[in-house]
Each structure stands twice: as structure tokens, then as C-alpha cells.
């Protein structure tokens, strides 16, 4: 579906920009298609670090073999993996206490890469990686995992992946099998940071766990982000942490539209020069696509709502 979405834009010769993709996944296979038509992405949400550059969690090749002409086609308005497994592993081991993990990830490419880079940091903080598996997304139940994590001698879990692939199966197995998320900390990726989790896992399931993402919490958006965030929650009820994320990636594509002749060409050519105030704030990016400002946001579940706590800047 990623590839056939990828040619039907890119044979439309009146789309000259794309907003996404949502997932890492799509992005490594839909960028070096449009790379080759010059047509421009900006993700609101794509975290994945070999996406735009080397680094923990990045696999080989990456990120060249995404831009075959060699020319940066890919932006991205969300910090990375690599820093989100830094800030992660810092967060449970000195907030938290945690002094041994068990890392869980989904095998899809967000979820194995940021809990790749998880386990890389933990290495660096001085965390103890107990194990580290993928969970199967199909199975029925997690109760023989959880047991089998419980034996490791792990105090904590790291879980990387996207909700969606049986993670309410997976958080209710782990607190029936293994302790509530006050008795054992569990800190989960942005692809679990979603409203959606505690439908999916029960409120009761997702009490206490902590979650990073890399945006700011949708309640202390600057002004213009503020207005929007207001209008939004009348229209549709509360945004997902990556709802204004969206809207700021349309006003990149537009700035970099308007420093443009219009062609697609000179859309991708002044993609990463732009430097635009968005919902989300101001918004400019480094030689790969990143964003120059680099943060995690961390958020707790609480009463059925994931709650922020606080915001880390990335180390320098």
C-alpha cells in the first residue's frame, strides 16, 4: 500500500508536496520512489533514525539508499529515535530507579529501531539489558512472555512499537502476569503514547506507565498552536500528541512552496532552508531533514489520559 501510494502521487503531476508519512515504515519505502520524481515529504510523526541519518538504531545503508539522485527530498518536524532512546534510558534509570530492562519491539522498522537505540543508550547510562525480543502481533495472549521476563531478574520494561500491534493485549498480559505500573515501571515509545491505548488495553492497564514522544504537550502549544488546539477539541474532542504536528508539516510544504518557482524541483530545493512559525512553534532543520531543535516530551497515564510530566532537551 506504501508503494502504491508513493506512485500514484508521484505520477500526479499536480501534487507537489506530501504531508507524512505517519509511520517509519511507509517512509523507507515511499521517500526513494518520490526521491526520484523530486517531490517533497514532510512527516509529522516519522521517528525512525536512519530515515535522515547514521546513528543508534539505523541500519545499514541508511540514510543514503532512501535518496538516490542524492538530494534531500525528506523532512520531518519530530525528533528521532536516537535521541528518544537517549532520553529514555536516562529517564528510567535516574527518574525511575530502574537498574535492569527487558526490551520488547514490534519487528516493524519504528518499533525494532527505537528499541535498538533504547538498548544502545541503556548501555551508555549503565543499565542492565536483561533480553530483548519482538513480540508477535498476532498471538492471542503475552502470559507466557511476561512469565518468562518476570524469571529474567528485570526491574523495569521498555516497550518500542506501535499500539496498534496488539499492544492493549500486550499491557494488559504484562500487569496480569508480571505487576501493575507502579510495582513495575514500564516506559513505552510514541507509537503507544496515543488516546487509543486505553481503549485498546483498559484504563486500569495503562495506569502509571510513562510514555515519551517528541512534541511538545498539545496544552502548552504557543499562541497560534493554542487557537488551534481550542478549535480542534470543540470540533473533534482532545487531539493525539501528533495532531498539531500535522498542521505544522502543511505550513513547512507551504513556506517551502512559497520560496519556490512552483515546480516540484525548487519545492524539494528549498525544503530544508526554510524556517517557518508553525502551531508548533518555530520550525527550521539541520543538513538531514531533523529538526534543529531536538526534545522529548515524557507523559504518564492517569485517569485514562496520557498526562505530561515534563520536557528533556536532547544532550549535546
Not at 525548487?266 to 531533514?289: A, C, H, K, R, Y
Request: proline fraction near 4%; charge should be negative.
Amino acid at each position: 500500500t506504501c508503494a502504491a501510494n508513493a506512485r500514484k502521487f508521484v505520477e500526479d503531476e499536480a501534487i507537489i508536496g506530501v504531508i507524512g508519512t505517519f509511520n517509519s515504515g511507509c517512509a523507507k519505502i515511499e521517500v526513494p520512489i518520490a526521491n526520484e520524481a523530486s517531490l517533497a515529504y514532510v512527516s509529522p510523526a516519522n521517528t525512525a533514525t536512519g530515515i535522515t541519518h547514521e546513528g543508534p538504531g539505523a541500519e545499514p545503508g541508511e540514510p543514503d539508499k532512501y535518496f538516490p539522485t542524492g538530494v534531500r527530498n525528506y523532512a520531518r518536524v519530530v525528533t528521532s529515535d536516537d535521541v528518544q532512546g537517549q532520553i529514555g534510558a536516562q529517564y528510567m534509570q535516574e527518574t525511575l530507579g530502574c537498574t535492569s530492562m527487558y526490551i520488547l519491539d514490534d519487528k516493524d522498522a519504528y518499533g525494532k529501531g527505537v528499541a535498538d537505540a533504547f538498548e544502545s543508550a541503556a548501555g551508555d547510562v549503565g543499565l542492565e539489558v536483561a533480553g530483548h525480543e519482538g513480540w508477535d502481533a498476532n498471538a492471542s495472549n503475552y502470559k507466557a512472555l511476561f512469565t518468562k521476563i518476570k524469571g529474567s531478574g528485570a526491574d523495569c520494561l521498555y516497550i518500542g512499537g506501535i499500539s496498534c500491534f496488539n499492544g492493549g493485549q500486550l499491557m494488559k498480559d504484562k500487569v496480569a502476569t508480571w505487576g501493575d505500573n507502579e510495582e513495575v515501571q514500564v516506559l513505552v515509545s510514541d507509537g503507544f503514547v496515543l488516546q487509543s491505548l486505553f481503549e485498546e488495553a483498559g484504563v486500569e492497564n495503562v495506569e502509571g506507565a510513562y510514555g515519551t514522544a517528541p512534541t511538545l504537550n498539545p496544552d502548552d502549544l504557543p499562541g497560534e498552536g493554542a487557537a488551534f488546539i481550542e478549535k480542534y477539541s470543540a470540533q473533534y474532542g482532545a487531539p493525539e500528541v501528533y495532531t498539531a504536528y500535522a498542521v505544522g508539516a502543511l505550513q513547512v510544504i507551504l513556506a517551502a512552496l512559497e520560496a519556490s518557482d512552483g515546480t516540484r524541483e525548487s519545492v524539494t530545493e528549498q525544503l530544508l532552508q526554510v524556517s517557518v512559525d508553525t502551531v508548533i512553534g518555530p520550525i527550521s532543520f539541520d543538513e538531514n531533514g531533523d529538526p534543529a531543535e531536538k526534545f522529548e516530551s515524557v507523559f504518564q497515564g492517569k485517569g485514562g489520559a496520557w498526562t505530561f510530566v515534563e520536557q528533556v532537551a536532547a544532550a549535546q
